[in-house]
């Protein structure tokens, strides 16, 4: 089973409303980061967090990170049909490395 | 002016062929991926290179093989294609690279499709 994984699979939501989307994973990491994908496209990293810190923010996102439940959200405020895309959490796991490993991904939906 | 750039974008191909997929970075970093992303969208790590230098390769059969002229440059040529190579093909950079590795910067990807 992989190292991330992550929930809602999918999300539907309004213009205007808040998204949040959960990672767990089961190893100990070193930092976390949030990547989002445009159908079609690469993957933009959005935000890192390290295994020291708690919660971060960029613009309309914020990240929190609770190492005791190794578990990770991103909450896009206000959300735009702009930020309608695919987002991955990827781990860098301890120990292994420097390696990055993505989780299955939430596939948001933001209609107009 | 594009960060990371792989080429082509589109491989349309038999099974049994041989293809290549080249990939260039012009951030300066040291280390450079290959990721394969399957329908599902699963993202898989297959190979990285630092500095030139072989550093992950996940279990990939023997048919991929990454080559690093420099560590601008990180080409993937696949063997004997077959019908479950079709993916997308995501090649990346980083620095620094070790337990505090940061942001990957992504290429567009190359859609293998295999007939």
């Known amino acids: 089973s992989q190292q991330g994984e992550e929930d809602p699979q999918a999300l539907s939501i309004q213009e205007g409303e808040n998204a949040t989307m959960n990672c767990s994973y089961k190893t100990s990491i070193n930092n976390l980061q949030w990547y989002r994908q445009n159908s079609g496209r690469g993957l933009v990293h959005l935000i890192l967090?390290?295994?020291?810190?708690r919660e971060k923010h960029s613009g309309r996102l914020r990240v929190t990170l609770d190492t005791s439940k190794k578990s990770s959200s991103l909450l896009i405020t206000a959300s735009r049909a702009a930020d309608t895309a695919s987002y991955f959490c990827?781990?860098?796991?301890?120990?292994?490395?420097?390696?990055?490993?993505f989780g299955q991904g939430t596939e948001l939906s933001v209609k107009p | 002016d594009t960060a990371v750039s792989q080429t082509p974008k589109y491989l349309v191909t038999q099974m049994g062929n041989d293809k290549s997929i080249k990939c260039e970075q012009n951030l300066g970093h040291d280390t450079m991926y290959w990721y394969k992303q399957d329908s599902k969208k699963f993202l898989k790590i297959m190979f990285s290179?630092?500095?030139?230098?072989?550093?992950i390769n996940e279990t990939v059969p023997n048919r991929f093989s990454p080559k690093s002229p420099d560590k601008a440059h990180l080409n993937l040529h696949i063997n004997s294609l077959e019908l479950g190579d079709s993916a997308v093909y995501f090649c990346?950079?980083?620095?620094?690279?070790?337990?505090?590795?940061?942001?990957?910067?992504f290429g567009e990807g190359s859609r293998l499709t295999v007939l």
């Open positions: 290179y630092n500095n030139k230098e072989l550093i």
């Open positions: 967090i390290r295994s020291n810190e």
């Open positions: 990346a950079s980083s620095q620094p690279y070790g337990h505090n590795t940061g942001e990957l910067f």
């Open positions: 990827a781990t860098v796991i301890y120990n292994q490395g420097g390696k990055l490993i």
